[in-house]
């Protein structure tokens, strides 16, 4: 199973549900998701950059990832797109490594999406792979 994402109606927001074969991989798929809410064609420019995060659950991760991702296309001016990351219980909490491809907005016809919300946010592991549901306020 390689990671996937699909665009879910939920009435005036849009939600992403997305499934991979690892945490990380789903991590990434939720946030492919959410590119693509704000964007159709994405051209192959921009430059990769770095993030990294920790949280005490993997809901909180999920969220401070997403919203990382908001702020860098709000402050850099960029569309995070190919994102990848990776996942692991530290102790206790959770630690995210993470990157994505920049395009910058001037390339792109994007759509507003306001931000990332924790109704009815999901992550659930079954039968060895990982399926998540993220709202976002558009």
Request: proline share 2%; aromatic share 8%; charged share 30%.
């Amino acid at each position: 199973m390689t990671a996937d994402y699909a665009l879910r109606e939920h009435t005036a927001d849009v939600a992403v549900e997305a499934h991979a074969e690892t945490l990380g991989g789903v991590f990434a798929a939720v946030a492919d998701g959410m590119a693509a809410a704000m964007c159709d064609d994405v051209p192959a420019s921009g430059e990769r950059f770095s993030l990294d995060a920790r949280a005490t659950t993997r809901e909180r991760l999920l969220y401070d990832y997403l919203d990382e991702l908001i702020y860098e296309r709000d402050v850099r001016g960029v569309l995070p797109v190919a994102n990848d990351a990776t996942v692991e219980r530290d102790g206790d909490e959770w630690t995210l490594t993470a990157s994505a491809r920049g395009v910058p907005l001037s390339e792109v016809a994007a759509r507003d999406l306001k931000a990332v919300t924790f109704s009815e946010m999901r992550i659930e592991e079954s039968d060895g792979a990982w399926e998540a549901y993220v709202v976002f306020d558009v």
